[in-house]
Structures are given as structure tokens and as C-alpha cells.
């Protein structure tokens, strides 16, 4: 549920989300590319209301999302599914996308895998290949849902590294993540949310360090 | 290598392949039999060759209701309302109009679509059961209107004059070509489609509708194209199937019977693939033919049938042989190959 919840994040920033189990924020995504639909408040885009904006046109405005239990088109092969997005997501040809989605896969790692089905695959390509498939719909703003979460360590590293590539491309990225340090290594701010509501926001180790954040991740009650 | 070959691989990395020699050789064995099927009425006799209108219809109405179901996720068991408005479709141009019953049909497709496209507004305000509800209700609705119209002989149907007057020797041959040219192009739309930038759609509304839509599918349009399709194809047949039996009457051709041959067959064979339909509809024919003398007992074995292969296998019997093999008789995967010694 979301109660009053209001979040700006600039052209090129790089805004972390974390929040208790529950807290609203895949809920607040699903809001964002039409998932659910608001009772009220509203939804803006580059200055455009998108309150409104069926999903599939949200997408090729430029909000791309991964999904927390990542959602692949299963019975297709990898490339098959990078190329929905390139194809679709940016309302193209499909001759005409294969190029990009050739330099999506490198970019995710994907390359070798490209004719394997989809639902074949391990969580760690499934993550890359949510990311992939978000990348080809070329997005302005990137929304990343638990990207890195049940990975290993050594998963979470490799993961980062696309992550950095893609921060340099300029696209604005807002991650929820559970994996703290993940997020700091990559994000400008970190906005706290609870119960559907905004804790606090600003410096991530400031705000991770903060008495109130570490109440209420260590199950303490809302001031 | 020759130059010429050498400029083109500076320039791609890569190519992007659907089919191999293996496909290429079944579709040249295909085709061969699709000839062999239509040259049959040349040396089979009638009684063979009408049985075998109605296993082509069958299979071309259980290709255009795969389509809908196993890939647009739409489930309807109302086509025989298409059914029925393809078959008095077909009587308007043939008898009223005074047009070639064969040439009708065309039309009678036509007409499909157009009513396929208000019922679609109507019945994609709902959701899963109760899309299907509506596409009941809809063909109920159109079953209803025709029969209480005098001029068409209300509930107890009309004969088409114009079909009669063509004689066995023309009608009989005629109808069977028109049904297997209807199956040739329920699989070839299918196949077509789905291997157009719209099947990529399709596809992946098929495995995940949420997920395509975030990716930038328009699922709204996609399912809209499906299920004009779908009623334009199934008008088409209920045109042949009339001109086939000489007679349309609203209790047989806008029959739920229609929908449950339908389910069985999807059911046996398997939805999501364009293989499933094919066996689907071998096995329920091979079934009817064997077992329809026995009275009820032939619904007792259709059902134990279903029920044992939806336990077996939730996918068919086509889901079995890809999930053991990944073996398609109709290619459709997008295979990507990276070329070696490309320049970067």
C-alpha cells in the first residue's frame, strides 16, 4: 500500500530505494509503469502526466523495469526475448533491432546464451536477462527491482560491473535493493520507504547510518 | 573466400536464422503431401472424400482457436457464432446475391471479421472465465437474432438453392478443396504471423502478458488482430461446412458442440504450437470414425482420453515431444549466430 508517498528523481541521478518487506516499494514501480493503478496522485514523466498512459506507451517513453521474481518469456530463446524489447519497446523493425540487441547481449554477458530457452536458464541469467531485456526497449530511466537480490557474492560483483557500465551511458537508474552495499557502490542518494510512507532521504551512508533507518530495519517501531 | 563474400562479413557480425536443411526438407515433404491431398478426389470416391471435409474444417477451426487460446491467451467458446454467421453469410451472397457459393466464401469471411471486431470491444472488458462467458453469450446472442428472422426459415434453417444446383460432381470436390485450402491457410497465417515481428508479440504475451506489455507489446491491438483472425477464419469454415451439408439451421451451426470438439482437440494435442492442432485433430478423427458406432461409449472414450493425457502431459502431446526434444516440424525460433573473424 501507498499512503501519501512523493519521490523525484533528476535526469542522470542514481536513486537507491530500500524499506522493510511490505513497505510499498514494488508497489510504488507497478504505479510507475502502470502495473496497478492509483486511487489517486499522479505519475510524471520528462514534465508529461503519464497518470493515464497504457503500459505498453510508458515503456516507449523511456521507463524501462526488471522484475523482482524475474518474468522471462520462457518458451523463447534469449535473443528472442531481448528482441520483443528492442522490437516493441522502441517501435521498430524487427532487421532493424538486431544490431542493438547483438550489443545488449555483450554488454549483459549474454552473448553465448543467446539460443538457449529462456526458462532454462539460472537465477543469475535471469537477472541479466530481465536487465537485458530492459536495456533493448532503450530506456531513459531504469528501474531495477531486487536485481541483486538471491545472488551470491561473487554474482552480486559481476552484476555491479554491468551495473557501472551502464551508469556511464547516462541513463537514470532507481534501484531497490536489500543488499546494501550493493547499492552504495553505485547510487548519488538512497531514499528510505516504511509502511508506504517516505522515512527519509539523502547521502546513502548518511541515511544508512541514521538512527531511524537502522529502528526500523532491526524491526523497531515508527517514530 | 571470394572478395565479394569477404566485403559482406567486414560489415556483419552476425546472422539471424530461422530454419535449417532438415525444416527445408520436411517443408518440401509437406508440401508434396498437401498435393497428394489435393489431387485425392481425382481417384477416391465420394463417401471418402466427404469425410474428409470434415476432418480439414475441423483442423483448420482448431488452428484459428490455438491461435487465439495458446498464444493471445484468449479463450473463447464462442466461435461457433462465426461459425453460424459465416454459414448464413454464405446463403446471403449465394442465394440472395445470386454469387458462386465458392467465391461466397470469401465473403462470408469478411463478414466474420466485421463482426469480430465490435464483439472484441466488448468482450476484452473481460478477464479469463468470463471472457469465455461473453464469447458464449455473444454467440448465443447472434444464434438467437438469426433464428427469429423469417426469411431465413427461423429455427428450422434454410437449404442453399445455389450449392444444390452445383451438382455432386461440382460440389463435392469443391468443398473438399476449399476445406483443405482452409486448413492450408489456418496454418499458414499462424505460421506466417508468428514469425512476424506481431508473432514475437505473441509469443511473448503467451509466456508472460504482463511482462510483454513493460517490454512495449501493445496487448490490446495484438489480442485484437488474434481474434479477428479467429473470426474470419471460423466464418470461413462455417461458409464451406454450408455448402458441404446444403443446409444451414441456427441449432447445428451455432452449436456449442462446436467449441467442445475444439477443447478436446487442443486438449490431446496441445496448445502453444502449431504441431499440437494437427495431432490433436488426427487422434480425435481416427477416434470418430472408429468408435461412433458404439453409440455413448464414444463420448465415454473421448473424455477418459482427455482426462488421461491432461494428467500425463497439462501441455499435450505435442508439449511432451518438445519438452523431451525441442523439436519443431514448424520452425519458429529466432537463432542468433556470431559470426567468426568478424571485425569489431
Known amino acids: 500500500m501507498i499512503d501519501d508517498l512523493s519521490i523525484s528523481v533528476a535526469e542522470g541521478e542514481a536513486l537507491g530505494i530500500v524499506g522493510p518487506n511490505g513497505a510499498g516499494k514494488t508497489t510504488w514501480f507497478n504505479l510507475i509503469t502502470g502495473a496497478y493503478h492509483q486511487d489517486a496522485g499522479k505519475v510524471i514523466f520528462g514534465g508529461t502526466d503519464i497518470t493515464h498512459m497504457p503500459r505498453h506507451e510508458r515503456c516507449r517513453a523511456g521507463i524501462g523495469r526488471t522484475f523482482q521474481i524475474p518474468k522471462p518469456f520462457s518458451g523463447m530463446t534469449v535473443f528472442e526475448n531481448v528482441l520483443v524489447g528492442a522490437t516493441h519497446g522502441r517501435n521498430m523493425k524487427e532487421r532493424a533491432s538486431y544490431e542493438h540487441c547483438v550489443d545488449i547481449l555483450d554488454i549483459t554477458g549474454l552473448t553465448k546464451k543467446a539460443n538457449v530457452l529462456a526458462g532454462s536458464l539460472t537465477l543469475l541469467d535471469r537477472k541479466r536477462l530481465e536487465l537485458s531485456r530492459a536495456l533493448a526497449t532503450d530506456p531513459k530511466i531504469l528501474l531495477l527491482d531486487e536485481i541483486a537480490g538471491g545472488l551470491t557474492e561473487a554474482e552480486v ?19 531497490i535493493e536489500h543488499i546494501v552495499h550493493a547499492l552504495l557502490a553505485i547510487v548519488d542518494r538512497i531514499t528510505v520507504i516504511q509502511f508506504g510512507r517516505k522515512l527519509c532521504e539523502g547521502d546513502p551512508h548518511e541515511v544508512m547510518n541514521s538512527a531511524e533507518v537502522q529502528a526500523c530495519y532491526m524491526g523497531g517501531t515508527p517514530a | 573466400m571470394t572478395a565479394a563474400k569477404a566485403a559482406t562479413l567486414e560489415n556483419k557480425r552476425f546472422t539471424v536464422w530461422v530454419a535449417n536443411r532438415t525444416n527445408l526438407a520436411i517443408g518440401i515433404f509437406g508440401l508434396l503431401i498437401v498435393v497428394a491431398l489435393a489431387l485425392f478426389p481425382t481417384y477416391a470416391g465420394t463417401p471418402l472424400t466427404r469425410r474428409l471435409v470434415d476432418f480439414f474444417t475441423l483442423l483448420a477451426l482448431a488452428q484459428f482457436w490455438n491461435l487465439m487460446l495458446g ?12 461459425i453460424g454467421i459465416g454459414s448464413y453469410t454464405l446463403w446471403l451472397f449465394s442465394d440472395i446475391m445470386h454469387i458462386n457459393p465458392f467465391i461466397s466464401v470469401i465473403f462470408a469471411a469478411i463478414g466474420g471479421a466485421i463482426i469480430a471486431f465490435p464483439a472484441a470491444s ?6 479469463g472465465g468470463y471472457l469465455a462467458i461473453g464469447t458464449w453469450v455473444i454467440a448465443e446472442i447472434l444464434r438467437l437474432i438469426v433464428a427469429n428472422i423469417k426469411r431465413t426459415g427461423g429455427g428450422s434453417g434454410i437449404t442453399i438453392q445455389a450449392a444444390t444446383k452445383l451438382g455432386t460432381t461440382v460440389r463435392v470436390p469443391g468443398s473438399y478443396w476449399w476445406a483443405l485450402a482452409s486448413a492450408v491457410i489456418a496454418i499458414a497465417v499462424t505460421y506466417f ?11 511473448a504475451i503467451r509466456d508472460n502478458d504482463l511482462a510483454a506489455e513493460s517490454n512495449g507489446v501493445n496487448l490490446w491491438r495484438t489480442k485484437l488482430y488474434t481474434y479477428i483472425i479467429g473470426g ?27 467449441t467442445g470438439y475444439l477443447i478436446f482437440i487442443s486438449v490431446i494435442g496441445g496448445v502453444g504450437t502449431i504441431e499440437g492442432p494437427i495431432i490433436g485433430t488426427i487422434i480425435y478423427f481416427v477416434l470418430r470414425e472408429t468408435t461412433s458406432k458404439y453409440g455413448e461409449w464414444y463420448f465415454i472414450v ?3 482420453l482427455a482426462i488421461i493425457v491432461t494428467v500425463w502431459s497439462p501441455a499435450g502431446i505435442y508439449g511432451y515431444v518438445v519438452r523431451k526434444t525441442n523439436f519443431f516440424l514448424f520452425p519458429l525460433q529466432r537463432k542468433l549466430r556470431m559470426l567468426e573473424g568478424a571485425k569489431e
Request: hydrophobic share 55%.
Open chain 2, 122 to 127: 466488448l468482450v476484452f472488458k473481460l478477464k
Open chain 2, 302 to 304: 473421448l473424455g477418459i
Open chain 2, 193 to 203: 504471423l508468428l514469425r512476424s515481428r506481431t508473432g514475437l508479440a505473441l509469443k
Open chain 2, 232 to 258: 474470419a477464419g471460423c466464418a470461413m469454415v462455417g461458409a464451406i461446412v454450408a455448402i458441404h451439408l446444403l443446409r444451414v439451421q441456427p441449432a447445428a451451426a451455432f452449436s456449442i458442440n462446436w
Open chain 1, 157 to 175: 560483483e559481476d552484476l555491479l560491473e554491468e551495473i557501472r557500465k551502464l551508469r556511464q551511458t547516462g541513463v537514470t537508474i532507481v534501484w
Open chain 2, 71 to 82: 498464444y493471445a491467451g484468449l479463450i473463447s467458446v464462442g466461435q461457433q457464432g462465426f
